[in-house]
């Protein structure tokens, strides 16, 4: 019914919904409770008996009718091809779903989250084993922790917090130090700093940097070392030091993932 009382038109008498199966029974065609197109799922490559696929193909099909995105068909039917591969490939192949024994199962090269995943799938269609079913139906328990193995304790709030303030001030110093050579190499390139000017040699030496990578070496000696004139314009402080005028240290770009961890609170 409407809000105002009145019946909704009803569809068409010829309506039908278009199959979620291809005739074949080996491609899916799902779509959401809105309608929406939800990818194309197609099982004809995937080697294997054919009656072998579509039953699985169709127990896909069934368990994936409350689904409204496309990520987890798309995770499922990656983990349902990667068992027709492996079932094909075992010895001897595994050709049924009577054939999905719990010895198979546990030893599948599908890592335990695909396994998870693909278990209830896998328990729809018919022939697959009542031991099997049973087995992929009991939740699996971690194994113990070894016995004098250190428990990890995660850091408190006020321990986060140091450590997030500390990275915090790492990332800013790097920034603060690569911000104001940038504004020398500005100014150089711009032409608003005059030969002779003090910013001239090192305005010169950062463009070397920001183009190559690297400062001004010797070309012919042996160990190709850094110019004498580069070492002047930057102060003597090291090739580590100088190249970092325009580019984050090691322990700046740790900095920086440390914040986006804490930020994004991964763990």
């Known amino acids: 019914?409407?809000?105002?009382?009145?019946?909704?038109?009803?569809?068409?008498?010829?309506?039908?919904?278009?199959?979620?199966?291809?005739?074949d029974g080996l491609v899916i065609r799902p779509v959401s409770?809105?309608?929406?197109?939800?990818?194309?799922?197609?099982?004809r490559a995937?080697?294997?008996?054919?009656?072998?696929?579509?039953?699985?193909?169709?127990?896909?099909?069934a368990q994936g009718r409350g689904w409204g995105s496309q990520d987890t068909y798309q995770t499922n039917a990656g983990a349902l091809k990667l068992l027709f591969k492996d079932a094909a490939a075992a010895e001897p192949p595994v050709a049924a779903t009577g054939q999905i024994t719990v010895k198979w199962w546990k030893q599948w090269s599908g890592d335990i989250?695909?396994?998870?995943?693909?278990?209830?799938?896998?328990?729809r269609a018919p022939g697959v084993p009542e031991a099997t079913r049973v087995?992929?139906?009991?939740?699996?328990?971690?194994?113990?922790?070894?016995?004098?193995?250190?428990?990890?304790q995660a850091h408190t709030r006020e321990e986060l917090r140091r450590i997030r303030d500390a990275a915090a001030a790492t990332v800013?110093?790097?920034?603060?130090?690569?911000?104001?050579?940038?504004?020398?190499?500005?100014?150089?390139?711009?032409?608003?700093?005059?030969?002779?000017?003090?910013?001239?040699p090192l305005g010169e030496v950062l463009d070397v940097l920001a183009r190559t990578g690297d400062l001004?070496?010797?070309?012919?000696?042996?160990?190709?070392?850094?110019?004498?004139?580069?070492?002047?314009?930057c102060a003597f402080e090291g090739n580590?030091?100088?190249?970092s005028r325009l580019f984050a240290t090691p322990a700046e770009i740790g900095a920086a993932a440390m914040l986006l961890i804490a930020h994004e609170a991964w763990n």
């Open 240 to 243: 580590a030091a100088s190249l």
């Open 216 to 233: 001004p070496r010797h070309p012919n000696s042996t160990d190709h070392a850094v110019t004498a004139y580069a070492e002047r314009a």
């Open 113 to 123: 989250h695909v396994r998870r995943v693909l278990a209830a799938v896998v328990r």
């Open 46 to 61: 995937s080697p294997g008996p054919v009656e072998f696929r579509r039953a699985l193909v169709a127990a896909l099909a």
């Open 135 to 152: 087995f992929m139906e009991t939740p699996r328990r971690r194994p113990p922790a070894r016995r004098g193995r250190p428990r990890k």
């Open 1 to 23: 019914m409407s809000g105002r009382g009145r019946r909704a038109a009803l569809p068409p008498t010829d309506y039908r919904k278009a199959p979620v199966l291809d005739a």
């Open 33 to 43: 409770g809105a309608g929406k197109p939800l990818g194309v799922w197609d099982f």
């Open 172 to 200: 800013r110093a790097g920034r603060l130090r690569i911000a104001a050579n940038t504004a020398v190499l500005q100014r150089w390139r711009a032409g608003a700093i005059e030969r002779g000017d003090g910013d001239w």
